[in-house]
């Protein structure tokens, strides 16, 4: 069970990391992408400035926690046995 829990927060900041890269250096399409999920008249809505901007820092943010549930998941360096 704790292997497969492993596994799992692995794979989840794999996604945070890919979605974060994605989110950061292609703001404006990750916008436009997510509206067209989520409402039918996406290509009516006006998106106001702020909104680009702070999907790039979220994209940036999301990178930043990829990497540190990655860290966090790596296995701990075992202590030297002295001779």
Do not use: I, Q
Request: aromatic share 10%; proline share 6%.
């Amino acid at each position: 069970m704790l292997a497969r829990r492993d596994s799992s927060l692995s794979d989840l900041s794999v996604a945070f990391g890919v979605f974060g890269v994605a989110t950061a250096f292609w703001p404006r399409t990750t916008v436009d992408f997510l509206l067209e999920v989520a409402y039918e008249n996406a290509p009516e809505l006006e998106v106001r400035p702020w909104v680009v901007a702070a999907a790039r820092l979220l994209g940036a943010l999301y990178v930043v926690l990829g990497v540190f549930t990655a860290r966090a998941d790596a296995p701990a360096d075992e202590e030297p046995v002295a001779k």
